[in-house]
Nanobody, 124 residues
Framework: VQLVESGGGLVQAGGSLRLSCAAS????????VGWFRQAPGQERESVASISSSTGATYYADSVKGRFTISRDNDKNTAYLQMNSLKPEDTAVYYCAVTLGTRYGMTQPREYAYWGQGTQVAVSS
């Protein structure tokens, strides 16, 4: 499966962005989707995930209440709506997919396929 992220950019603190992750290949509905981010000099960290089987969503504490993950299986696309952005949200954001269905799959090694990433920069 191929994944392509889009929607990144430069935004002021308090602003919003919506990231998209378009998938091609195998039926999108079978995949659990995760969003990760990586800031310079830091490890890649989980931001949110949405299960293939139940649609259950998971959020990192740092984004809970500000970010919303969703998916449209008919469009083979997942989204990450990011509101009330902070400078510490600045990173490259990646989407990834896994056949796993366990709630809260936060480890990058659990994901089989990755997009190329999209840069998000939040100015203060």
């Amino acid at each position: 499966v191929q994944l392509v992220e889009s929607g990144g950019g430069l935004v002021q603190a308090g602003g919003s962005l919506r990231l998209s992750c378009a998938a091609s290949g195998r039926t999108f509905s079978i995949w659990t989707v995760g969003w990760f981010r990586q800031a310079p000099g830091q490890e890649r960290e989980s931001v949110a995930s949405i299960s293939s089987s139940t649609g259950a969503t998971y959020y990192a504490d740092s984004v809970k209440g500000r970010f919303t993950i969703s998916r449209d299986n008919d469009k083979n696309t997942a989204y990450l709506q990011m509101n009330s952005l902070k400078p510490e949200d600045t990173a490259v954001y990646y989407c990834a997919v896994t056949l796993g269905t366990r709630y809260g799959m936060t480890q990058p090694r659990e994901y089989a396929y990755w997009g190329q990433g999209t840069q998000v920069a939040v100015s203060s």
